[in-house]
């Protein structure tokens, strides 16, 4: 059964040039009326240029179309005029001190002020979305030119950009390609496993075949992960898959706990008073994926095991699929990262999310779960084999992420679906290269035989989970010696490869340098 697995960005980009620089902003338009195909066209030349895209680097007017195309519900990264170094202390702020929200009602007055200029009868405190309680960021509803450009132009605003925005490829090839809702999502049901596949461990679990080509089970004799925390932002965990919940703390794996949240308000568009979140179940499968390949208890049920078969598990369902592209997916994501960054029994934190568009408040959650002391692994990125020249995708293009990708088992050849480039700090062989380039293997959203998975999703979830056999064996040391001792495990240490970083890692010089 083929699987939707991995940041499924199915967009298809057309193959002409463009005579884009690197300076930004890419485009500088009138303050007029931007089509959707003209700014569809712009971002897919700003994605074959640079390979990744921010709202900043286009024009107002082309942030106004966004807007308008959508929801209309403007994101504000707003401080104090003259703040420093807000990247590194954004843990320490408090939004509800009164210079924080001095800048905050300055922000909505000028806003407040240009509408009175424009006649337009709107009290700006009527628009507001959101008003963050932790992070400095605010949304409202407009739709304006006139009112982005203003924003921009204020020393208390750091971002103002669109909280959703559905991408359409501009051309020539399938004008309806984009991304879409419920991307890596899907049946996530048991498979017909291939024999050679797995090894039979005791007492009695499956060992994906993978696992020995990153000597993990060496590490073992070591370290199985204990006591240590990974928190996984996701689509949840299947309520029907025991081995995550009621016999998570079984067979090999006991003295250990999970624990699940939500963070995302799933509703529809005619459920628009809904602001509490729905709970922590899986309801596309992604998650449930992903929780096991970090963490599946060792048991005697023929069930997959995880990488860190004995540390603890932190699920949020943060998203309803993998791509982080609508307001109240990257609200889910913030709010996840803010809850685990403020967890003390949380070290780690996994991401096979992701979008290719950069978002303003999700960094601000990332830098804030950062400077907590959270080691975070972000997915490099997954689509469709058309379509997976694009490179790293966000937020594993940030500095404070660990960015991880898949391989196959022939040397560095990226899987079929995996994306790879400069920024991606460590492979993960997940696919064999002949046999029906079949993946490693994960719990199923119920029972004991397991599902194929694969993609720079899982590949990071075990990484993530590797990260967890290190730091159980050296509790006491901090988040940098963790990654230290990655990269020096690293295939390619001391030197980064420029498709693949440290490249693939060993487990067993990990746990034991």
């Known amino acids: 059964m083929k699987k939707k697995i991995g940041i499924c ?37 700003t994605l074959i240029q640079k390979q990744e895209f921010s709202w900043e680097w286009v024009s107002s007017a082309h942030v106004a179309a966004a807007l308008a195309s959508e929801d209309s519900i403007l994101t504000i990264g707003y401080q104090p005029a003259g703040f420093r170094n807000l990247n590194e202390t954004i843990q320490d702020i408090d939004v ?34 959101l008003e963050h309680q932790t992070l400095p960021y605010i949304k409202i509803k407009a739709h304006e030119a006139v009112v982005v450009e203003k924003l921009r132009n204020l020393a208390t605003v750091r971002y103002s950009e669109p909280a959703t925005y559905t991408y359409v490829d501009a051309g020539l090839i399938e004008p309806e390609a984009r991304t879409e809702s419920g991307s890596g999502c899907g049946s996530n049901g048991a498979d017909n496993i291939n024999g050679g596949d797995f090894t039979t461990i005791s007492p009695g679990a499956k060992q994906p075949w993978n696992y020995s080509i990153h000597k993990i089970p060496q590490a073992w004799a070591y370290s199985q992960g204990d006591n240590i925390g990974v928190g996984v932002i996701d689509t949840g965990i ?80 943060g998203t309803s699929d993998v791509v982080i592209n ?24 996994s ?12 960094k601000d959650a990332i ?17 469709t084999t058309f379509t997976n020249w694009y490179g790293v995708i966000f937020p594993a293009t940030m500095s404070e992420t660990v960015a991880v990708t898949g391989i196959k088992d022939n040397g560095y050849n990226r899987c079929n679906i995996c994306h790879d480039g400069s920024k991606v700090d460590f492979a993960i062989t997940m696919q064999r290269a002949s046999s029906g380039s079949r993946t490693s293997l994960t719990l199923a959203d119920s029972g004991n035989t397991p599902s194929y998975v694969g993609g720079s999703s899982v590949a990071t979830a075990q ?28 295939e390619f240490y001391p030197n980064r490869n420029n498709n693949f970083g440290w490249g693939k890692i060993d487990a067993l010089k990990a746990v034991t340098f």
């Open 9 to 45: 960005l199915a967009i298809l980009f057309a193959s002409y040039g463009c005579n884009l620089t690197d300076e930004t902003p890419i485009v500088e338009a009138p303050l007029e009326t931007v089509s959707k195909v003209s700014l569809d066209q712009t971002i897919q030349q």
């Open 96 to 129: 509800s001190s009164e210079a924080w929200v001095n800048a905050k009602r300055t922000v909505l007055n000028e806003i407040q002020k240009t509408y009175d200029a424009m006649d337009a009868n709107i009290d700006v405190n009527d628009q507001i979305v």
């Open 238 to 317: 299947s309520p029907d898959q025991s081995k995550l919940n009621s016999q998570f703390s079984s067979g090999n794996s006991t003295g250990r706990y999970v624990n699940k949240f939500g963070t995302y308000v799933d509703a529809s568009w005619w459920q628009w008073w809904r602001n509490s979140p729905d709970g922590p179940n899986d309801k596309c499968g992604h998650g449930t994926q992903m929780s096991g390949a970090i963490s599946a208890p060792r048991t005697s049920s023929g069930s997959s095991v995880g990488v860190a078969y004995k540390a603890n598990l932190l699920s949020v369902r």
């Open 326 to 349: 609508a307001s109240r997916e990257k609200d889910g994501v913030s709010d996840a990262l803010v809850l685990l960054g403020n967890r003390s029994d949380v070290r780690i934190i």
């Open 351 to 362: 991401m096979s999310i992701g979008d290719i568009f950069s978002s303003g408040q999700v």
């Open 367 to 383: 830098r804030y779960a950062n400077n907590r002391g959270k080691l975070i692994f972000a997915a490099a990125g997954t689509s």
């Open 463 to 490: 990484t993530a989970g590797i990260a967890a056999l290190v730091w159980a064996r050296n509790p006491s040391q901090s988040k940098a010696q963790v990654l230290d001792k990655l990269k020096r495990a690293g």
